[in-house]
C-alpha cells in the first residue's frame, strides 16, 4: 500500500514540476546522441574492422576485447568479463547448389548452410525434391513419398501481417525445426525458403536444431534465398521429377570458452536494484551483423556514455551487458541470468535492443498488469520524440532468463518493415544502417531508463 502512494506522488510531481526536469533532460539526451554521439562510429569499427562475430570465432574473442576497451574508456564504477562456454559451428568453404531438370541441365541457385547443420558428402547430395509448406505436411504426405528425397520447406512469410516479427515468428519454425522432422521420414536434407519478406537473391541462415537426434540420423540443413524457392517451386510444379544439389562442408566443434562483457554505473541511492541495458555481441558470419545486433550493442553502449557525458546520476545501478551467443545456443543471456540468481541480484529492469537499427517506434514491455497501468501514465513524455508506440508483449532473448514476476522487461521497438530484408543475411553490413536512425534509437532507450530508473513502479 505504501508503495503505491508514494508511486501515485510520483505521478503528481511528473505532472506538475517534474514534468519540465524530464522534457529538459530528454531534450538533452537526444541532442547529444544527435549531434555529438558515438554509436555510429562505433558501429564502423565493429563491422568494418571487427566484421562477423559468429560465435566461438577469432572475430568473437576481438569483439569482447574491444567492447571490454571501449567501456573501460568510458570511467565506468567496473567494467568485468562474464565467462560462458559457447558452441562453434564453422561453416567452411561456401555451399554450392543447382537444380537439375535432365541430365547435364542445371540452373545454379543461392544457399546457405543453416548455423549447427551437419555437411554433405564431399561430393555433394543431388535427390529428387518434395516441396511441403509446414511440419504436419510430412506426416500426411509420409515416408514412402519422403525417403531418399529433399524436403523443400517454402512456407512464406505472411506478407499481410503489419506487425513482421509475428510473420517472422509464423514460419520460422522450418528453419529451426525442418531439418530433425525431415529426417524421421527418411529425408537425405532439407532447403528451407528464407526468412525473408521480398524477394530477392541473398538466402538467410539462422539456427537449426536436431533435438537430440544421434549425429549418424542428422541430416544437412540449408537456406535457398526467396528468388531461389519461387523459382524452385515453379519448375517442380513442370517437372515433378527434377533433382536438387547441394554441397556444403561445415562443422560443429566442442565448445569453446567465450565471454559476456558486462560494464556499470553504481546507483546513487538504490545500488543494490539493477537496470541493464543490452544486445548481443555475436552474429553470423555472412554480413557483419550491423543491425543484428550491431545496432543493439552500440546503442546500449551509447546509454552509459550518454549518462557518464551528462552528468546524469542514475538512482538505481545501471549497467550494460553485451551477451554472446544470442543465435546459436543464447548461452550468454542464461549465464548472465544464472550468476545473478547465484548472487541474489535484484533486477529492477531490463532493456533489449535487438530488432535493428531504424527508427524507433515505441517499447514493448513484458511485465505484471500493474506494472503497465503504470507505464501507461508516463508514455506521453516520449511522445513529442515519435515513441508511440507501448504495447505488452516480448522484450528480448537475452533478457528473457531474467524473468521472474517482478523485474519489468522491455525490448526497443523500431520501425521493422525492412529488417528481414537484412536479417541473418551477408546485406546485413554497416552501410544498411541509417546513423540518424541508429541515434535516435539510443536517445529514446536512454530517456526510458532515465524516466524509470526516477520513479518506483508497483
Not at 555510429?40 to 559468429?54: A, F, P, T, V
Not at 572475430?59 to 567492447?67: C, T
Not at 561453416?91 to 541430365?103: D, K, L, M
Not at 529428387?128 to 509446414?134: A, I, K, L, R, T
Request: aromatic share 8%.
Amino acid at each position: 500500500m505504501r508503495k503505491t502512494i508514494f508511486f501515485l506522488l510520483a505521478l503528481s510531481l511528473i505532472g506538475n514540476a517534474q514534468t519540465t526536469h524530464f522534457e529538459t533532460t530528454f531534450a538533452s539526451i537526444y541532442d547529444a546522441s544527435l549531434s555529438e554521439g558515438a554509436s555510429y562510429q562505433w558501429l564502423d569499427h565493429l563491422s568494418n574492422q571487427i566484421g562477423g562475430r559468429l560465435s566461438g570465432s577469432l572475430n568473437a574473442e576481438r569483439a569482447v576485447q574491444w567492447g571490454k576497451e571501449e567501456l573501460e574508456q568510458l570511467g565506468l564504477d567496473r567494467v568485468w568479463l562474464q565467462p560462458v562456454m559457447v558452441p562453434k559451428w564453422v561453416r567452411g568453404n561456401f555451399e554450392y547448389a543447382n537444380i537439375e531438370t535432365s541430365p547435364g541441365n542445371t540452373i545454379n541457385v543461392p544457399v546457405c548452410a543453416l548455423g549447427g547443420s551437419i555437411a554433405t558428402p564431399a561430393a555433394g547430395i543431388r535427390a529428387g525434391v518434395v516441396e511441403v509448406h509446414s511440419l504436419d505436411a510430412l506426416k500426411t504426405i509420409g515416408r514412402e513419398a519422403i525417403q531418399g528425397k529433399i524436403v523443400f520447406f517454402n512456407r512464406p512469410m505472411d506478407a499481410q501481417s503489419i506487425r513482421t516479427f509475428e510473420a517472422y515468428s509464423g514460419a520460422v519454425d522450418q528453419r529451426t525445426k525442418g531439418a530433425a522432422e525431415a529426417s524421421k521420414y527418411g529425408a537425405v536434407a532439407t532447403i528451407v525458403r528464407s526468412m525473408n519478406l521480398r524477394l530477392d537473391d541473398f538466402p538467410h541462415t539462422g539456427s537449426t536444431k536436431y533435438d537430440g537426434i544421434p549425429l549418424s540420423q542428422r541430416i544437412p540443413a540449408a537456406a535457398i534465398s526467396t528468388n531461389g524457392a519461387e523459382l524452385l517451386s515453379s519448375m517442380l510444379k513442370l517437372n515433378p521429377e527434377l533433382r536438387f544439389f547441394l554441397k556444403q562442408n561445415c562443422k560443429n566443434y566442442p565448445d569453446v570458452p567465450s565471454h559476456n562483457v558486462i560494464g556499470e554505473i553504481k546507483g546513487s541511492e538504490k545500488p543494490e536494484e539493477i537496470i541493464v541495458v543490452g544486445g548481443h555481441l555475436d552474429s553470423w558470419d555472412l554480413g557483419d551483423g550491423s543491425h543484428d545486433d550491431g545496432a543493439g550493442i552500440v546503442q546500449s553502449m551509447e546509454v552509459l556514455r550518454l549518462f557518464k557525458k551528462l552528468n546524469l546520476k542514475p538512482k538505481r545501478t545501471l549497467r550494460v551487458v553485451l551477451f554472446m551467443n544470442e543465435e546459436n545456443g543464447l548461452r550468454g543471456g542464461t549465464k548472465y541470468a544464472t550468476e545473478a540468481k547465484r548472487k541474489k541480484e535484484k533486477h529492477y529492469m531490463a532493456l533489449e535492443s535487438d530488432a535493428g537499427g531504424f527508427t524507433p517506434r515505441g517499447f514493448s514491455f513484458d511485465c505484471t498488469d500493474k506494472q503497465f497501468q503504470a507505464l501507461q501514465q508516463l508514455f506521453p513524455i516520449l511522445k513529442p520524440y515519435q515513441i508511440r508506440e507501448f504495447t505488452r508483449g516480448g522484450s528480448g532473448a537475452d533478457i528473457g532468463p531474467l524473468k521472474d514476476g517482478k523485474v519489468l522487461l522491455a525490448g526497443l521497438r523500431p520501425d521493422s518493415q525492412r529488417y528481414f530484408d537484412y536479417h541473418h543475411a551477408a546485406n546485413d553490413t554497416f552501410d544498411a544502417v541509417n546513423k540518424r536512425e541508429l541515434e535516435l534509437g539510443a536517445a529514446a532507450m536512454t530517456s526510458l531508463i532515465y524516466l524509470i530508473d526516477q520513479i518506483d513502479l508497483p
